[in-house]
């Protein structure tokens, strides 16, 4: 069961590059989210999608693209990477619902952008 | 919108000590409650959660924590802390609504880092 997997792991990029991460889940859950983690602010929400096609803004959502064309993909795009998206992105999961569900994190991704 | 506090920034406990981390929330109405913790270089697990009834949750590797409405607040606890718990430590909420989308997201506090010397 391999369960939510983040690739790449480590990524360094230079600014006004595009960059995607990827992201994939194998639990057919309906909700998935990126969050990036910096020190000081803890996890902050980018985007989010409660089903295939279906997405919507986070906290912070200003320079990051999401698309969901199939469920098990939540791929997060930096359009044109700047120094202050360098940080630890995470995915996560859940079960769709009434109430959420705790949600299932990745392993996430150390982006760097020099 | 709902908010968290983890006013305890950095936490440095024995081995053996007991362990008590803030968490405060913001929302006037029903909230899922959530303690995540995050061991270094590895992602985030669901040490406990709290959706309704018995205010006393138990969760993983010994840890509790109490919902007390009246205070707003979620702390999580340990009686005897192990150098393994040296981690960081994340609250957070989702509130609950009549609608189905949207009352999905979680709002994480910023964190405790919780370092257990031997």
């Known amino acids: 069961d391999a369960g939510i997997t983040q690739s790449p792991r480590y990524k360094i990029t230079e600014t006004g590059r595009q960059v995607t991460l990827m992201c994939h889940q194998t639990?057919?859950?309906?909700?998935m989210f990126w969050y990036r983690q910096d020190l000081g602010h803890g996890l902050r929400l980018i985007y989010y999608?409660?089903?295939?096609?279906?997405?919507d803004k986070g906290e912070v959502p200003d320079g990051y693209v999401v698309s969901r064309s199939k469920t098990e993909n939540f791929p997060l795009t930096l359009e044109s990477a700047t120094r202050s998206q360098t940080s630890v992105y995470f995915c996560?999961?859940?079960?769709?619902?009434?109430?959420?569900?705790?949600?299932?994190f990745g392993p996430g991704t150390r982006l760097t952008v020099l | 919108a709902q908010s968290v506090s983890q006013h305890n920034h950095h936490v440095i406990l024995s081995e053996a000590a007991s362990l008590e981390l803030g968490c405060n929330y913001s929302?006037?109405?029903?909230?899922?409650l959530f303690w995540y913790v995050q061991y270094p270089g590895q992602h985030l697990q669901l040490l406990l959660k709290?959706?309704?009834?018995?205010?006393l949750v138990k969760g993983i590797k010994g840890f509790e924590a109490e919902f007390i409405k009246s205070k707003f607040s979620f702390n999580l606890r340990k009686p005897s802390v192990q150098w393994s718990d040296t981690a960081e430590y994340f609250c957070?909420?989702?509130?609950?609504?009549?609608?189905?989308?949207?009352?999905?997201?979680?709002?994480f506090g910023t964190g405790t880092r919780l370092t257990i010397i031997p």
């Open positions: 639990w057919s859950h309906s909700y």
């Open positions: 929302y006037g109405g029903t909230v899922n």
């Open positions: 999608s409660a089903a295939a096609d279906i997405t």
């Open positions: 709290y959706f309704s009834g018995d205010p």
């Open positions: 957070a909420v989702n509130a609950r609504g009549r609608t189905n989308f949207g009352n999905e997201k979680l709002t």
């Open positions: 996560a999961s859940s079960t769709s619902g009434r109430w959420v569900r705790e949600q299932f």
